[in-house]
C-alpha cells in the first residue's frame, strides 16, 4: 500500500495547513467540552425526542420526491473538502490496498477504491445518516454490517438516535435495513469471522430515555430475526464488544451506565462493566477480578484484544464524571486483570467523548490510546509516548491496515489521518466532503464563509472546493461581514465569544467591551448587523446590546428577555436569534430558546413579548420580512408529541397574531427560513430543504440532497441560495429568475435551445456580432467553456458537464448578450 510520492505532496500541503490553523485557532482542552446544542433544541421542552420521527420524516420526503416533477435546479457542492469533521468508524479490506470505508458522525458513509483519491458517498439513499459503527465480514469483504447512531454522548452533533441496523452483500453498492430501529445508537457492530450470517450489536439505547431496547443483540440469519441476549438495566447500554479471532464463542462486551434528563446527566456508576461470554452469547459473567468496582470510577470503558495473541486483552477505564480512571491488561482471556501505567495520558475531563484504545494485530504490547489526543505504549503499557503529532483533537477512531500494521488509520473530529510510520507521522485527506455547519454565509460567488463544529471559523477566498482556511478557532457560528468594507469580519465561538478583524482576516481580537460578562450566553450567540448601517451591530446574551462603532463599545437596549436562568444543567435562558428589518431599521426582533420572541418598533426603546400564542418551542430564527414591514416569520426546533402545534410561523401584524404555516411539512425541526423574489421561502430543516412561495401554501422538496440536518441557509444578492448542510459540508442553487423567455430559447438577439440541455446546445445570433465568443460559466462564475463564434448559428457540446444551471454568455465588439443555461 506504499504510495511514498503521494503521501509525501499531501504532507507537505498539510504541513503548511496545519501551521495556518495553529496560527489562527489555538484553542484550550476547556475550550472544547463538548456540549449537548444540537439535543437541547430538539427536546426542548421535555427533554426528550420523539422516537421515530426522524424516520418518518424522511420516509415522507422521499414519497414526495418520487411524485414530483423533476427539479429543474439541482444543488452544486461548494465544499469543503480539506477541512474535515467528525469521523466515528474507518475499515480496511485485507488484500486490496485502495479499498477504505470511512463513517462520518452525521454524513453517511464513504469508500474510496483507489487509497483517497476520490470518495463516493454509498449510503445516502437511507433515512439516517448518523453512523455508530461498521465491520466488514473477514470470510466475506462484499459483506458489510452498519450500525446507525452516533454512540458519543454529549456533543453538537449529537441530533438524533439511529434506525437500526443496515447490511450490505455487494461492497455497499446497496443496502437493506436489517431491524433493530428501537435500540437507539449502536456502539460496536461484530460480524463473526467465520459465519457472516452470525452478527452481534451492542446498543446503547435511546440516548436521553430509559427502556429496555439496549444491550447485546445477537443474530444468525443475517438480520432477519435477533435476540436480545445480554441486558443490564434500562439506562445501562453496551459500547464497546471484542470478538475472539479464532473462537468465535468468546465474546467480551462493554456496559455503560448513561443517563440523560432535562436536569441532569450521569456517565457512569455501579451498573457499568465487563462482561464475557464463552457460548456465543447464550450466557455472560461479569468480569471484576483487578478491575474497579465501585461506581464511581466506572463510567465509559473501552477494550481490545490482540489479535496475535488473544490471551491479552486492554481495557481503558473513565471514571463517573469522565476523567481518566486507569489502564487494566488481562493475559488470561479477562479472568484476571492488572493496572498498568496511566499517569502519561492526557485526562481532559472528558474521557466519556473518545473512541478507547487499538492493539496493534501484529503485536500484542503496542497499543495506542484514543482519547483527547493520541498516545502509545510499545511495551504492554509500561511506558506511553506521543503518537500522530498535529492531528486535530478528539478522537474516535482507528483501524490498521490488514495487510501492515504500520499503516494506520486515524478518525477524529478533523478527518480521516493515514500514518504509514506507526503514527511517527501521518497526513490529512483533504477530500472528504463532511464537515458539520452551524452557520453559512457568502460574500461573493468566491468568498464564501462558515462556522462549523469542532472546525472552527472557516472561509473559501477562491471558491475551490478544496481552498478553505480556519481563520478563527474553537467551535464556529454566524460569521459576518461588513457590507462596505469586506476587510472587516466577525468570527464567533462558543457562548458568544466575539471576534473582529479589520484586516481580512489576518488577525482578530476579542471585542465584548460593555459586554457583562456575568450575563448568560447561548452556545450559538446571536449576531446581527443593522442593514442600512454595518457600524450598527447586534448582540444577544439574555437581552440585546447594540454597538454604534463597530463593536468597539456595547450598550443594552433590552431587559432580560428569557424567563430566567434554568435550575438544571442544561444552562436554558439566552437569546438564539436576532434580526433586524431590512424595510425600517427601527423594527428588531430577538428570541429565546425557551420560547420567547420579543419585538421592539422604536429601535430598543420598548419591547413586547409576541410570543404567547405561539407553542413553547426552541426558537431556531425570527425573520423579518423582506417584503412588507408588518411581516415576520418565526421557525421552532422541538417535537410535538401529539400537540398541533407546527414549526413555522407567520404574522403580517409585526407578531400581534401568528398563523402556523408548517401546512405539510411533517413532525420535523425548522432551523432556519429565508426568501428569494423569484423563488419564495426556503426553509432549513432536519431532513433537506424545502421551498412554498406564498407563506401558506404547501412545501416542496427543494433539490437532490440527501436527507441531512441543514443548519442554516443564505441567500446572496437575491438570486443564489447556499445551504450549510451538518455533516456533509455546503451547497449551493441558483435562485433567481426563471423566465418564460429565457426557458423558450427567444429573446431580441440571442436565443438557446433545447434549454433546458442535456448533450448540447444551440446558439442563434439574430444579428452577426464580429469577435464573437460563446463563454460558458457554471453557478460559482468560474468559466467552464469558451469558444469562438463566426456565424449566426453554433453548437456547444455540455456533455461532459454536472447537472445545474449555467450561464452563457456572447461577447464581441463591446456588446455582451446572457442567457441561463439548464443541464439536465
Known amino acids: 500500500m506504499k504510495n511514498t510520492l503521494l503521501l509525501s505532496t499531501l504532507l507537505l500541503v498539510f504541513s503548511f495547513f496545519s501551521c495556518k490553523q495553529e496560527e489562527n485557532a489555538t484553542v484550550s482542552s476547556d475550550e472544547k467540552l463538548p456540549f449537548d ?23 415522507w420526503k422521499k414519497d414526495l420526491e418520487q411524485t414530483r416533477s423533476d427539479d429543474v435546479t439541482p444543488w452544486e457542492f461548494v465544499g469543503p473538502v480539506n477541512i474535515g469533521g467528525r469521523i466515528t468508524d474507518v475499515e480496511v479490506i485485507s488484500g486490496a490496498n485502495d479499498i477504505i470505508y470511512v463513517a462520518a458522525a452525521s454524513g453517511g458513509i464513504f469508500r474510496t477504491e483507489n487509497n483517497g483519491a476520490n470518495w463516493e458517498p454509498i449510503f445516502d439513499d437511507q433515512p439516517m445518516l448518523a453512523i455508530g459503527d461498521m465491520d466488514i465480514s473477514k470470510s466475506n469483504n462484499s459483506i458489510i454490517a452498519v450500525g446507525t447512531g452516533e454512540v458519543n454522548a454529549g456533543g453538537g452533533s449529537l441530533a438524533y438516535d439511529g434506525d437500526g441496523v443496515y447490511v450490505s452483500d455487494d461492497g ?33 439505547g435511546p440516548l436521553f430515555r430509559n427502556d429496555t431496547n439496549r444491550g447485546v443483540y445477537r443474530t444468525t440469519d443475517g438480520g432477519t430475526t435477533w435476540e436480545q441476549v445480554l441486558f443490564v438495566s434500562e439506562k445501562t447500554g453496551v459500547v464497546d464488544m471484542a470478538i475472539h479471532p479464532t473462537n468465535s464463542a468468546v465474546l467480551y462486551a462493554v456496559a455503560w451506565e448513561r443517563e440523560r434528563t432535562p436536569e441532569n446527566r450521569s456517565y457512569g456508576g455501579d451498573t ?19 478491575l474497579p468496582t465501585v461506581g464511581s470510577q466506572k463510567g465509559r470503558i473501552s477494550i481490545d484484544i490482540s489479535q496475535s495473541n488473544p490471551e491479552v486483552l486492554y481495557a481503558s477505564y473513565a471514571d463517573a464524571i469522565g476523567s481518566v480512571q486507569g489502564f487494566y491488561k488481562s493475559t488470561d482471556g479477562g479472568d484476571s486483570w492488572s493496572a498498568i501505567n496511566s499517569s502519561q495520558i492526557t485526562n481532559v475531563g472528558f474521557h466519556w467523548w473518545f473512541g478507547g484504545l487499538f492493539i496493534n494485530p501484529e503485536d500484542e504490547n503496542e497499543v495506542y490510546h484514543v482519547g483527547f489526543d493520541i498516545q502509545k505504549t510499545i511495551d504492554g503499557g509500561a511506558t506511553w509516548q506521543s503518537a500522530f503529532p498535529g492531528v486535530h483533537v478528539d478522537q474516535h477512531a482507528m483501524a490498521f491496515h490488514p495487510d501492515d500494521a504500520s499503516n494506520v488509520f486515524l478518525g477524529n473530529d ?73 476587510d472587516i469580519i466577525y468570527a464567533l465561538s462558543q457562548r458568544g465569544n466575539l471576534r473582529r478583524s479589520t484586516n481580512d482576516a489576518a488577525s482578530f481580537q476579542t471585542i465584548l467591551n460593555g459586554v457583562d460578562p456575568a450575563d ?31 463593536g468597539d463599545s456595547w450598550t443594552p437596549i433590552s431587559d432580560d428577555l428569557t424567563n430566567g436562568p ?16 431590512t424595510l425600517d431599521s427601527n423594527i428588531i426582533y430577538a428570541a429565546a430558546d425557551d420560547g420567547n420572541v420579543w419585538r421592539t418598533l422604536d429601535s430598543g426603546a420598548t419591547w413586547e413579548n409576541i410570543s404567547s400564542s405561539l407553542p413553547n418551542r426552541w426558537v431556531t430564527k425570527v425573520k423579518a420580512s423582506l417584503v412588507a414591514k408588518e411581516e415576520v416569520f418565526v421557525t421552532l426546533s422541538g417535537y410535538r408529541f401529539g400537540e398541533d402545534d407546527g414549526h413555522i410561523f407567520y404574522s403580517d401584524t409585526n407578531g400581534d397574531s401568528w398563523e402556523d404555516i408548517t401546512v ?67 451547497y449551493t442553487r441558483y435562485v433567481g429568475e426563471l423566465s418564460v423567455e429565457e426557458f423558450s430559447g427567444t429573446t431580441n438577439i440571442l436565443s438557446v435551445f433545447p434549454n433546458p440541455a442535456s448533450s448540447e446546445a444551440t446558439l442563434i445570433l439574430e444579428r452577426l456580432v464580429p469577435n464573437a465568443e460563446v463563454i460558458l460559466y457554471n453557478q460559482l462564475g468560474q468559466v467552464v467553456l469558451t469558444q469562438k463564434m463566426e456565424t449566426l448559428t453554433t453548437t456547444i457540446s455540455i456533455q461532459s458537464l454536472p447537472k445545474g444551471m449555467y450561464f452563457v454568455q456572447v461577447k464581441g465588439n463591446n456588446e455582451v448578450f446572457s442567457r441561463k443555461l439548464l443541464k439536465n
Not at 524 to 532: G, L, N, Q, S, V
Not at 567 to 579: E, R
Open 414 to 486: 478533523g478527518g480521516l489521518y493515514i500514518s504509514e510510520d506507526s503514527g511517527a507521522s501521518s497526513v490529512k485527506d483533504l477530500t472528504l466532503p463532511i464537515t458539520q455547519f452551524y452557520r453559512f454565509t457568502a460574500e461573493s460567488f468566491d468568498r464564501l464563509y462558515g462556522g462549523s463544529q469542532d472546525n472552527s471559523t472557516i472561509r473559501t477566498t477562491t471558491g475551490n472546493l478544496d481552498d478553505w482556511t480556519i481563520i478563527n478557532g474553537g467551535d464556529g457560528f454566524q460569521p459576518l461581514i461588513n457590507k462596505d468594507n469586506g
Open 172 to 204: 455497499g453498492d446497496t443496502w437493506d435495513s436489517r431491524g433493530l430501529e428501537e435500540v437507539g445508537s449502536i456502539g460496536k457492530v461484530i460480524i463473526d469471522p467465520d459465519n457472516p450470517s452470525v452478527m452481534y450489536v451492542g446498543a446503547m
Open 520 to 550: 448568560r450566553n447561548n452556545w450559538d450567540t446571536p449576531i446581527a448587523f443593522d442593514p442600512e448601517n454595518n457600524d450598527i451591530l447586534y448582540y444577544g446574551t439574555q437581552r440585546v446590546y447594540r454597538s454604534i462603532n463597530g
Open 37 to 59: 446544542l444540537m439535543f437541547m433544541q430538539r427536546a426542548y421542552p421535555t427533554g426528550e425526542l420523539k422516537p421515530g420521527a426522524y424516520r418518518e420524516a424522511a420516509k
Open 272 to 290: 457499568s462493566g465487563i462482561y464475557k461470554s464463552t457460548d456465543g452469547g447464550d450466557n455472560w459473567v461479569e468480569l471484576t477480578n483487578g
Open 664 to 730: 405539510n411539512l411533517p413532525d420535523i425541526p425548522v432551523n432556519d427560513i429565508e426568501y428569494s423574489t423569484w423563488e419564495g421561502y426556503f426553509v432549513a430543516t432536519d431532513i433537506g430543504v424545502f421551498r412554498t412561495f406564498s407563506p401558506g401554501d404547501e412545501w416542496e422538496v427543494l433539490g437532490d440532497l440527501p436527507s441531512l440536518v441543514v443548519n442554516d441557509l443564505y441567500v446572496m444578492d437575491d438570486i443564489q441560495l447556499y445551504a450549510g448542510t451538518y455533516g456533509r459540508s455546503a
Open 566 to 581: 434554568s435550575t438544571g444543567n442544561l444552562n436554558f435562558g439566552s437569546l438564539t436569534s436576532i434580526d433586524v428589518s
